[in-house]
């Protein structure tokens, strides 16, 4: 579709967000949102027609792209046939929706719990964790994101935590493994897995391992930086809560539908856990939809008991005939596999290149369609690009840098001292060296705060 500019439309539709709309994460009287015109595909664009190529993925779940048209089909025939029923029922899209999610998830989660989001999908799998053992503390990680609401922005371990950590919460943090800025002084990817391994057990050990009901990790972090774990380390954090009695919670609510390559990223690691949970690219974002896949052994203890949970739109049939849609849609396209391939192929090899030309680039990670570049000042020492959640002036180095990107039509995912690089998983090997020649222009900004 080619983008008709109408000026007028666009500036009405600012005044109405600034009068009425009350943003996410952000100091209302500060931010200046784009007033969006429509999308299609890997792109999206203004009421002054000026198109920018999504490395955001919307908020990393269009992962089939904007308007496709059978997800788009299939929500509108959902609409003429069922708009709505409530989640006691037996629904055509909300069963199939559970059968083709369960088909694809590891092991015996063939149970599946729908919520309206990934954040809610959080809290549930953490309730169904702590009523399965009787224990109250939940572990999670200082680099991971794990959502907005009460539960989940306590388990979360970056920075948006804080002003609503009760340290009531029953959660205790640890450092996962990220060898890049290792607090374990490892110096291989062996060390730094036994090392945090061995961290991990510890903390278990001071913790009392019978106060503990549940292990949450990102299967891969996604927000926090996309820090693949070593080899061995999902596998051994399996063992110990197998030793413990712990149940393991995988949040694939990013990592999950294919951004890495796999219909799950749990699938590159060889690891099933007891719960995870899922949203976003399930359905693509069209509609909203999450939901946390069970173990049997999990769904049996509510098997005669009643699980004390639910949402009135647990499984919308709007949602879930997207869901549906979506997943044929990957299966019939081979999204997943374009994701692998492209990853291998495209992505990683110029990321690698980018980062031997620019000194602002110190490391370069990722897998699939879930890469990120850490920006530095100095690659010798590994001096963030900005300081650790940084705001206004301190964080001017990357917002020139995303600005840069932005007017040469590259809408990034910018993060503290990283930015992502998450385009949708069908993206073309064209439009991503479009994408990531905008990047090369974009990262001599960043070069210019290095020393």
């Not at 009405?12 to 200046?32: C, E, G, N, T, Y």
């Not at 000026?50 to 308007?67: A, E, H, M, W």
């Not at 959080?122 to 309730?127: C, D, I, L």
């Not at 061995?232 to 609510?253: H, M, N, Q, S, T």
Request: hydrophobic fraction near 45%; proline fraction near 6%; include cysteine.
């Amino acid at each position: 579709m080619t983008p008709q500019p109408s000026p007028e439309t666009g500036a009405a539709v600012k005044a109405a967000d600034r009068a009425h709309v009350f943003h996410s994460w952000s100091a209302q009287d500060l931010i200046d949102p784009l007033a969006v015109a429509g999308a299609e595909g890997s792109y999206f664009w203004d009421y002054d027609g000026t198109r920018y190529l999504d490395f955001t993925s919307g908020l990393v779940f269009t992962n089939i792209g904007y308007q496709h048209p059978k997800v788009v089909a299939a929500v509108q025939e959902q609409a003429a046939k069922m708009t709505t029923f409530a989640p006691a029922f037996a629904v055509e899209a909300r069963s199939e929706a559970a059968r083709l999610i369960a088909e694809r998830t590891p092991g015996d989660l063939d149970k599946i719990f729908f919520t309206n989001g990934g954040a809610d999908a959080v809290e549930h799998a953490v309730r169904m964790a702590r009523l399965h053992t009787g224990r109250p503390k939940v572990l999670s990680a200082y680099r991971s994101y794990h959502g907005g609401t009460q539960q989940a922005i306590n388990l979360t371990g970056d920075p948006r935590r804080w002003a609503s950590d009760s340290a009531g919460a029953g959660v205790v943090h640890f450092w996962a493994p990220f060898l890049y800025r290792s607090r374990f002084y490892a110096e291989t990817e062996e060390q730094e897995c036994a090392r945090a391994l061995e961290h991990l057990e510890t903390t278990i050990a001071f913790e009392g391992p019978g106060t503990v009901a549940a292990i949450i990790l990102e299967t891969v972090p996604g927000t926090a930086g996309i820090m693949v774990p070593p080899p061995g380390y999902l596998a051994g954090v399996r063992e110990l809560c197998d030793k413990y009695g712990i149940v393991f919670i995988l949040d694939e609510v990013m990592a999950g539908f294919g951004r890495t390559g796999e219909w799950f990223a749990a699938d590159l690691f060889g690891v099933v856990p007891d719960l995870m949970t899922f949203a976003k690219g399930v359905n693509s974002g069209y509609v909203p939809l999450g939901g946390v896949a069970i173990s049997q052994k999990i769904a049996e203890t509510f098997g005669k008991r009643p699980y004390p949970g639910g949402l009135t739109y647990s499984g919308h049939p709007l949602a879930c005939a997207a869901a549906v849609a979506t997943i044929n849609v990957m299966a019939e396209e081979g999204v997943v596999e374009n994701a692998k391939r492209l990853g291998e192929s495209v992505v990683g090899p110029a990321l690698a290149e980018l980062a031997e030309r620019h000194p602002s680039v110190g490391e370069v990670r990722g897998v699939g369609m879930f890469w990120a570049l850490d920006l530095v000042r100095n690659r010798e020492t590994r001096e963030p690009l900005v300081p650790y959640n940084a705001a206004g002036e301190a964080n001017a180095p990357m917002a020139a840098f995303a600005a840069a990107a932005k007017q040469r039509g590259l809408w990034p995912f910018v993060n503290m001292n990283r930015t992502h690089v998450v385009p949708p998983c069908n993206t073309t090997e064209a439009e991503l060296k479009e994408g990531l020649a905008a990047l090369d222009a974009a990262l001599s900004v960043a070069d210019e705060h290095t020393v």
